[in-house]
């Protein structure tokens, strides 16, 4: 790669030869005193695409217009409205069309796929999951053990970092699950950190939990649409996503799952059932069985919400336009020359002791955010470039009390460029 400056021409070079530049034009970038912020939360809350006002006021109009038989019409109707969602879904998991399905929320769907692949047995019922996860993650855990009649505190393995580090070594991690052997029922990792920004060998790890009998699951909150992924051939057993982040399919929109193909097909593995994930060719005939489709649908419980899907949609296309694999070299390209900016400004202030990056972003190569955990005045920073037009999101001190807070920021490869980081530069050195 050519070296990297600290410059607006250069930044400006970069968008000019960025072959993706011009997808930011297709989002709206919310304005700070008239002028387009520096959004760097797309790890939060992704930008709304122009074209979804578009998509949800058809999915209105045509309700107005055709009421139920909405479900029917052409191209779009209602009834397999998800149909349309499923191809980009598994082109961004690297799956197979009959793997992926939207549906519901993260944390539901978490639990929805922990009854098929958490049922432990009086000797092999211990979880393994990353310390520090986020919050609804460990609830989750945490109550399908005690429903189960376990203890947490017994059947949940959190592991955490070596003393005096900030992020998990794969190779303890692979330990970890030899270790637990035969009494590990379910390992259930982030794929993404949402914390750190850590990006996990799920191939590996998924190898490692299978050669003891256990199931791999991940929870791909901040995966999904940030990395390049391979499910079906890395061997994941399942997954699930929300679709708010990187996937920019708006506030509280439709998440979705991934399941193995070996199990997707496999009618005999238990799970809850619902009428919509009744075999299509019967669901109308309401048979009295369940007889499940032998695909990831088949753990649809209700019938599709079909304005956020239609949200989703308008997001999906980007990115099938720009795909994957152009995004995630983009992606890159960002993240480095962001955390070369930031280390540009602290060497010119001399004051390199300020910020630790917590995201392993130069042995990993992939992800987008960086986390960056300061030494002081954290808040105040946060508070500094947050007035002057930077969107970025901050986190309290952990309860150890290490550092003064971290901010994480995310530049996302479909709508934020080249200058936004040197911009961000630029006001990191003011609030300095
Ligand atoms: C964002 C996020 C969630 C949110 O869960 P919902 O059920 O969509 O509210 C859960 N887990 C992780 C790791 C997340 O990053």
């Not at 609830?139 to 070596?162: M, N």
């Amino acid at each position: 790669m050519k070296s990297l400056e600290n410059s607006l021409a250069f930044a400006q070079h970069q968008d000019d030869a960025d072959e993706l530049s011009s997808f930011r034009n297709r989002f709206h970038i919310p304005l700070h005193h008239g002028k387009p912020c520096i959004y760097f939360c797309g790890n939060s809350l992704g930008l709304q695409p122009k074209k979804t006002a578009e998509y949800v006021n058809q999915e209105l109009k045509d309700w107005a217009e055709l009421g139920v038989e909405g479900h029917f019409k052409k191209d779009t109707g209602w009834f397999a409205y998800h149909e349309l969602l499923r191809k980009p879904i598994a082109n961004l998991v690297g799956a197979k069309p009959l793997e992926v399905v939207v549906m519901n929320h993260l944390t539901v769907n978490l639990h929805l796929l922990m009854v098929s692949f958490y049922r432990p047995t009086e000797t092999r019922y211990k979880i393994i999951c990353e310390g520090g996860a986020f919050p609804s993650d460990r609830y989750a855990l945490q109550s399908q053990i005690k429903f189960h009649g376990y203890d947490p505190t017994d059947a949940l393995v959190e592991l955490q970092p070596s003393e005096g580090e900030e992020i998990i070594r794969h190779e303890d991690i692979l330990k970890a699950i030899a270790d637990c052997g035969d009494s590990l029922a379910l390992v259930m990792f982030g794929g993404v950190h949402y914390f750190t920004g850590q990006v996990l060998d799920m191939s590996s790890i998924t190898k490692a939990a299978h050669a003891v009998g256990a199931y791999a699951g991940f929870d791909l909150a901040h995966a999904m649409g940030n990395i390049k992924m391979s499910l079906h051939d890395w061997d994941v057993d399942f997954a699930a996503w929300c679709s708010y982040k990187y996937l920019n399919g708006g506030p509280g929109t439709v998440g979705g799952i991934y399941v193995h193909e070996r199990h997707a097909t496999n009618k005999e593995l238990p799970r809850f059932a619902g009428w919509w994930g009744n075999d299509p060719a019967v669901r109308f005939k309401m048979p009295h069985q369940f007889v499940p489709v032998a695909t990831a649908d088949s753990w649809q419980l209700s019938n599709a919400p079909i304005l956020p899907m239609a949200a989703l949609r308008a997001s999906l296309e980007l990115f099938e336009e720009a795909g994957i694999n152009r995004l995630t070299t983009k992606s890159l390209a960002l993240t480095t020359y962001l955390l070369f900016v930031i280390r540009n400004v602290l060497t010119k202030k001399n004051m390199e002791d300020l910020i630790q990056i917590l995201t392993p972003f130069e042995s990993q190569k992939s992800g987008c955010q960086l986390s960056l955990q300061f030494s002081v005045n954290g808040r105040a920073i946060f508070d500094h470039i947050t007035n002057a037009g930077v969107i970025a999101d901050w986190r309290e001190p952990d309860q150890e009390g290490r550092g003064s807070g971290v901010i994480r920021i995310a530049p996302v490869p479909l709508y934020n460029s080249f200058e936004d980081v040197f911009n961000f530069g630029e006001l990191l050195k003011g609030a300095i």
